[in-house]
């Protein structure tokens, strides 16, 4: 399957401003060459050879993960804002256009999982089937809830398509268009749910946000171990630096540090680092994913644990 980033940023949707693309385009000409511009080609390698804070942005749509199957179905990870761009990509695909379905899985309803519901195009079209998939039991309620007219011009009955709620417990697993779906709470203000997918080929992509585990939970870790061992690809909670999760305990957050920990220890194969802080730049964001690099290669130099950091519009196979 394809696992594409449509929302990578934790708890609120944060803009990119003038300043910092001003920032950008001074960065550049500082360090461009007059070499580097003598032709197409030299300048499209001077551009990909720019740190990724230079020549992108990680994104500050909150967080939307999509998984298209190998038969081209369609699941989603948690409903933040990258869900409005999702939505228009796939009717360009020619998909949810009436007569579809697709499958939803809710992590929990904090307002950076939940608020790109209403401008999900899909979710308007009469004949299109959402198949709604949470640990929750109470997942509908939350949804109808944030729909009120307080708080949103429509409600949740005048979405046209078809809604169908499907809850599960941690006990059991569902299937998923060919997927072998399980789920584990995890430790976050009002609860939140980590799911592995598992794929008939055997390779599994777990994922892991708003989930806090700091130096204290480390000593009962076991269960979560055997959760994650030998993950393809674990997408993890890092919003803090090691320093700042240090302060903000029972925040419900995790930090890379303590991440890349969890990764080697469960001999994961690719972790990829999730829920920026509202508050980090593309510096910072690049500065996050080297030193998590470094305390990777400190740690356990031969592990062959790859570390990226998610990006608006990065794509992963497996
Ligand atoms: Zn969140
Ligand atoms: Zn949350």
Request: glycine share 6%; net charge negative; proline share 3%.
């Amino acid at each position: 399957m394809i696992i594409r980033f449509w929302g990578v940023r934790g708890s609120l949707a944060t803009a990119i401003t003038a300043r910092q693309v001003e920032e950008k385009i001074r960065k550049v000409l500082e360090l461009a060459t007059p070499a580097d511009l003598l032709s197409k080609e030299a300048i499209n390698n001077f551009i990909s050879n720019l740190p990724f804070s230079v020549r992108g942005t990680y994104g500050g749509n909150t967080t939307c993960v999509e998984l298209q199957t190998n038969d081209n179905r369609t699941i989603v990870i948690d409903a933040g804002t990258g869900l409005r761009a999702l939505g228009n990509a796939l009717m360009a695909r020619g998909k949810m256009k009436g007569h579809d379905e697709m499958a939803f899985f809710f992590t929990h309803s904090h307002w950076d999982h939940i608020q790109g519901l209403m401008f999900f195009v899909p979710v308007f079209i009469p004949g299109n089937t959402l198949h709604f998939y949470s640990c929750f039991a109470d997942i509908e309620a939350r949804l109808r809830y944030q729909m009120v007219t307080t708080h949103f011009p429509l409600t949740f009955d005048e979405l046209g398509c078809t809604k169908v709620f499907h809850h599960f417990t941690e006990t059991e697993s569902v299937e998923v268009y060919g997927l072998q779906v399980s789920a584990k709470s995890v430790r976050h203000p009002g609860g939140c749910y980590s799911y592995k997918f598992r794929q008939p080929n055997g390779k599994t992509f777990i994922f892991c946000s708003d989930a806090e585990f700091n130096l204290a939970t480390m000593d009962d870790i076991g269960p979560y171990i055997d959760y994650f061992f030998g993950a393809d690809i674990l997408v993890f909670d890092t919003q803090y630096t090691f320093e700042e999760s240090l302060q903000k305990i029972d925040w419900g957050h995790s930090s890379a540090a303590i991440a890349t920990d969890i990764a080697i220890r469960s001999e994961v194969k690719k972790l990829v680092l999730y829920h920026h802080d509202p508050s980090y730049d593309d510096d910072k964001m690049d500065n996050v994913l080297l030193q998590a690099i470094k305390y990777k290669s400190m740690m356990a130099p031969r592990h062959p644990l790859q570390i990226v950091a998610a990006y608006e519009g990065l794509e992963l196979e497996l």
